[in-house]
């Protein structure tokens, strides 16, 4: 990893990479970035080892000594919530109260949106981060938490049917 970064030009900060491990074993990178990795990683490594990744990129960026020694050696995984099919929510239940073990709960809808089919990032409704002593105790606890979430939402009408959202067409658009 470390020539592949190199190569792109990162020198100091964060950097993003993503491999695929083909079935022989081959690994492939497929993507380098200069950023920190998506789906609240910062957070989780706030929580899990004490350490605000934040601050420590920008002394980095400033060129000051970042604030790296890890206070705490836990673990942390996050679960995405997400919906099968596109509809309108009409319920939410159940959702985890954030607290010690749980440090993170989000939630992007509400009742009565419009919400999607898992297909793209944008498309999670919400997300629960937790913390624990090991990597089976978080994962046990996430899967628990993400069990306990009820989500209920309405299809929407079939395709031209009453009330059925259609898109605008391009020349009403432009016109």
């Known amino acids: 990893m470390r020539t592949a970064i190199r190569a792109v030009g990162i ?21 380098i970035a ?11 490594l706030q929580h899990a080892l004490a350490i605000d990744i934040f601050a420590a990129l920008l002394d980095v960026a400033l060129d000051r000594p970042a604030a790296l020694t890890s206070t705490t050696r836990e673990h942390a995984t996050v679960r995405f919530i997400t919906n099968p099919h596109t509809g309108r929510l009409t319920s939410l239940s159940r959702l985890p109260e954030q ?41 046990e606890r996430a899967d628990a938490l993400g069990r306990q979430i009820r989500i209920e939402v309405e299809p929407l009408p079939a395709a031209g049917g009453p009330g059925q959202v259609r898109p605008a067409r391009t020349a009403a658009i432009a016109g």
């Open 11 to 31: 020198r100091n900060g964060a950097s993003h990479t993503e491999v695929d491990i083909g079935p022989a074993g081959r690994c492939t990178v497929i993507e």
């Open 34 to 44: 200069a950023r920190l990795g998506a789906g609240h990683i910062g957070t989780l």
């Open 99 to 139: 607290g010690p073990g749980v440090p993170l709960v989000r939630w992007r809808a509400a009742v009565g949106d419009l919400v999607h089919a898992a297909r793209a990032n944008t498309d999670r409704l919400g997300c629960v981060g937790v913390t624990g002593s090991d990597a089976d105790e978080v994962e």
